[in-house]
């Protein structure tokens, strides 16, 4: 990949399940110079998703450092802005679940704030996934769609901030901004 193709900083991609997303949010990253800084936002509880990282951090190799962040993402995110590195969000969908599983709608949506406001001043290649979740039915519980209606909040307030946007759909990246 070259420079010409990197989108500005910074860069939110957004995309359905199995769409691409985090491949293409990798290659964004991958075309600065490593070291990488990979924060994952997942928790492992399980087998299968114990797995499914370890798949993600064998395709990623040895020039990205993973960092668990499963709630304080903005704190962290202000840690590494003194590092002066690229740093990859995988994903905010996943955070927004920590977040809203452990505490109040307003807790949640005052974490969303926060994230925007660095984003705002954020001075270092930082580009976040996060899943479109908007293209579904209408959850039938009251969590699923308070859970769907904080993602959807949060997803047009980070890309509000962020310089670029970029939408994935079977694999295919789709500029939105920037």
């Known amino acids: ?16 399940a199995r ?3 985090s491949f293409y949010a990798e290659s964004q990253i991958a075309g600065f110079a490593s070291p990488y800084v990979y924060v994952a936002t997942a928790r492992v509880l399980d087998a299968e998703m114990s797995e499914r990282v370890g798949k993600h951090r064998e395709r990623r190799g040895p020039a990205w450092e993973t960092i668990e962040c499963p709630c304080d993402l903005t ?11 690229p740093v990859l969000v995988d994903c905010l969908t996943l ?5 809203i599983l452990g505490s109040s709608q307003e807790a949640s949506e005052q974490s969303i704030e926060e994230l925007c406001e660095f984003l705002r001043g954020a001075n ?8 479109e979740v908007g293209f579904g039915i209408v959850p039938d519980n009251p969590l699923a769609r308070r859970f769907r209606d904080l993602a959807g909040l949060a997803n047009q307030r980070v890309a509000a901030e962020c310089a670029a946007v970029t939408l994935v759909v079977a694999g295919i990246p789709l500029p939105l901004k920037g």
Do not use: F, Q
């Open 1 to 16: 990949m070259n420079a010409h193709s990197l989108r500005p900083s910074p860069h939110l991609v957004l995309g359905g």
């Open 19 to 21: 769409s691409g997303k």
């Open 75 to 85: 704190a962290t995110l202000k840690l590494l802005r003194e590092r002066n590195r």
């Open 95 to 99: 955070w927004l679940t920590n977040l």
């Open 124 to 131: 270092y290649p930082l580009v976040l996934v996060a899943n």
